[in-house]
């Protein structure tokens, strides 16, 4: 097939289409006895799931209500009712000064994010390249392979604290940032997927601040974080700037099967993403919109995070931390990304002698599936870092029995990669 060059970039080799695939039939491979610590799927939660049931029977029920979730074309920036309710609740509880201007609906994150960066960069009318800097690596899987051209991403190592005997943090490198004049964004996601960090106030002010200076967006992906679904355990503020560009998403409250997402930004670059809704996809889905707006507009979407989404994770995250103090040798060098937000422990096994490759594909062979870190490190600046071959990634939304038994084999593994 003559696929032209962006056609070969999007639909050839890609760390995430290969990682979904490998999940995939492990998984299938596996049979019952797997234990699946590698998704990225939210946890089925019984109170949020009788919530999306009930609203759909209210929708089910009500004439009007259902013509306009399922026999509607909304604007592609989204359905206007929704858009002022979102925003009013954007004002109220994160205090930022926005209106339905400030949004665009996407069909989920992954595509605002694919819309977002080939916006922002590739060739500019001036013939110089744009690019994307994502000044925190490790960093999302997803963000890999989507630019229209090659060489779309630039990415920096992170600074590391070590903050326990089996504990660490990554902080930004403010010396290694140097914004040269082909970086049109800065990205980062908070919390961060894949190491749980949420990156303190001041680090995302220091941020803003030189988005400021040189004039680009700063984008923040919510996906785990504010005001929704709200999957943090350590204190953190969402910023509104003049620079800032969030990605808020309905997938992690439980509802990535709307494909829902929204992009609040500065006015012309929400309006910029509304046309290329429209050129793309013509119109979003709607049921993800009509089944959380009257949710979000009661105020009954926020209880939900802070009562039952965030401390169902929480309560998760605190068994794994147990089972790994209890079954991890104690005398080998494994440490924790200190765990923030998200749903992932973040291993590091400093000096092991087997690569996070091969450590996955002995976990594999025992039935304990995670995902291998070097996934995670994309752009220039990390290719020979030893680090990227040195982390797993570790989720602890899934069952109880399954995490603990897989941080259990876990442990075994580290033992025989450390001694
Ligand atoms: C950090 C992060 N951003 C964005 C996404 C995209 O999510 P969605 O397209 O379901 O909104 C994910 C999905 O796992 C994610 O982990």
Same mark, same amino acid.
């Given at each position: 097939?003559?696929?032209?060059?962006?056609?070969r970039?999007?639909s050839?080799?890609?760390?995430?289409?290969?990682l979904?695939?490998?999940?995939?039939?492990?998984l299938a491979?596996?049979?019952?006895?797997?234990?699946?610590?590698?998704?990225g799927?939210?946890?089925?939660i019984?109170?949020?799931?009788?919530?999306? /049931?009930?609203? +759909?029977?209210?929708?089910?029920?009500?004439?009007?209500?259902?013509?306009?979730?399922l026999?509607?074309?909304?604007? =592609?920036?989204?359905n206007?009712?929704?858009?002022?309710? +979102?925003?009013?609740?954007?004002?109220?509880?994160?205090?930022?000064?926005v209106?339905?201007?400030?949004?665009?609906?996407?069909?989920?994150g /992954?595509?605002a994010?694919?819309? +977002?960066?080939n916006?922002l960069?590739?060739?500019? =009318?001036?013939?110089?390249?744009?690019?994307i800097l994502?000044?925190?690596?490790?960093?999302?899987?997803?963000?890999?392979?989507?630019?229209?051209?090659?060489?779309?991403?630039?990415?920096?190592?992170?600074?590391?604290?070590?903050t326990?005997p089996?504990?660490?943090?990554?902080?930004?490198d403010?010396d290694?940032?140097?914004?040269?004049?082909?970086?049109?964004?800065?990205?980062?996601?908070r919390?961060?997927?894949?190491?749980?960090?949420?990156?303190?106030?001041?680090?995302?002010?220091?941020?803003?601040?030189?988005a $400021?200076?040189?004039?680009?967006?700063l984008?923040?992906d919510?996906?785990?974080g504010?005001?929704?679904?709200?999957?943090v355990f350590?204190h953190?503020?969402?910023l509104?700037t003049d620079?800032?560009?969030?990605?808020?998403?309905?997938?992690?409250l439980? %509802?990535?099967?709307?494909?829902?997402?929204f992009?609040?930004a500065?006015?012309?670059i #929400?309006?910029?993403?509304?046309s290329?809704?429209?050129?793309?996809?013509?119109a979003?889905?709607? +049921?993800?919109?009509?089944?959380?707006g009257?949710?979000?507009?009661?105020g009954?979407?926020?209880?939900?995070?802070?009562?039952e989404i965030?401390?169902?994770?929480?309560?998760?995250?605190?068994? #794994?931390?147990?089972?790994?103090q209890?079954f991890f040798?104690?005398?080998?060098?494994?440490?924790?990304?200190?765990?923030?937000? $998200?749903?992932? %422990?973040?291993l590091w096994l400093?000096?092991a002698?087997?690569?996070?490759? /091969?450590?996955?594909?002995d976990?594999?062979?025992?039935?304990?599936i995670?995902?291998?870190?070097?996934?995670?490190?994309f752009?220039?600046?990390?290719a020979?870092?030893?680090?990227?071959h040195?982390?797993?990634?570790?989720s602890?939304?899934?069952?109880?029995?399954?995490?603990?038994?897989? %941080?259990?084999?876990?442990g /075994?593994?580290i $033992?025989?990669?450390?001694?």
């Open positions: 097939m003559n696929f032209s060059s962006p056609g970039l999007l050839g080799p890609s760390g995430i289409k290969e979904m695939d490998d999940l995939g039939h492990a491979d596996s049979g019952p006895s797997c234990h699946m610590l590698g998704g799927n939210p946890a089925h019984p109170a949020v799931e009788a919530v999306w /049931q009930q609203g +759909l029977q209210a929708i089910a029920a009500d004439p009007a209500a259902l013509r306009r979730a026999g509607i074309y909304d604007p =592609p920036r989204g206007p009712a929704f858009l002022e309710t +979102l925003a009013q609740l954007l004002r109220t509880s994160c205090g930022w000064p209106g339905p201007e400030n949004i665009a609906v996407t069909p989920g /992954q595509t994010f694919f819309l +977002l960066f916006l960069a590739g060739r500019r =009318p001036d013939g110089t390249t744009g690019r994502f000044p925190l690596m490790p960093e999302y899987i997803g963000y890999a392979n989507q630019g229209l051209e090659p060489g779309l991403f630039a990415a920096r190592r992170p600074r590391i604290t070590r326990g089996h504990t660490f943090k990554y902080h930004v403010f290694a940032l140097n914004l040269t004049p082909d970086i049109a964004a800065l990205c980062l996601s919390p961060t997927n894949p190491s749980g960090n949420v990156i303190p106030n001041a680090e995302l002010r220091r941020l803003a601040d030189l $400021a200076e040189h004039d680009i967006p984008i923040i919510d996906a785990y504010y005001p929704f679904p709200g999957i350590h953190a503020t969402p509104w620079q800032t560009v969030h990605v808020l998403s309905l997938s992690k439980g %509802l990535p099967g709307t494909r829902t997402a992009v609040v500065p006015a012309p #929400a309006a910029a993403l509304s290329m809704v429209a050129v793309t996809g013509l979003n889905g709607n +049921l993800g919109q009509a089944l959380t009257p949710l979000l507009a009661d009954q979407l926020l209880r939900l995070c802070r009562e965030r401390p169902f994770y929480e309560r998760k995250r605190d068994l #794994a931390l147990a089972a790994a209890e040798p104690a005398d080998a060098p494994w440490a924790f990304h200190a765990s923030e937000g $998200a749903l992932f %422990l973040w400093e000096n002698r087997k690569s996070s490759r /091969q450590i996955y594909e976990l594999k062979a025992r039935g304990v995670v995902v291998p870190g070097e996934y995670f490190f752009g220039d600046d990390t020979d870092w030893p680090h990227r040195e982390c797993l990634r570790i602890f939304a899934m069952d109880e029995k399954d995490v603990r038994t897989g %941080l259990k084999i876990i /075994q593994e $033992a025989r990669a450390s001694s």
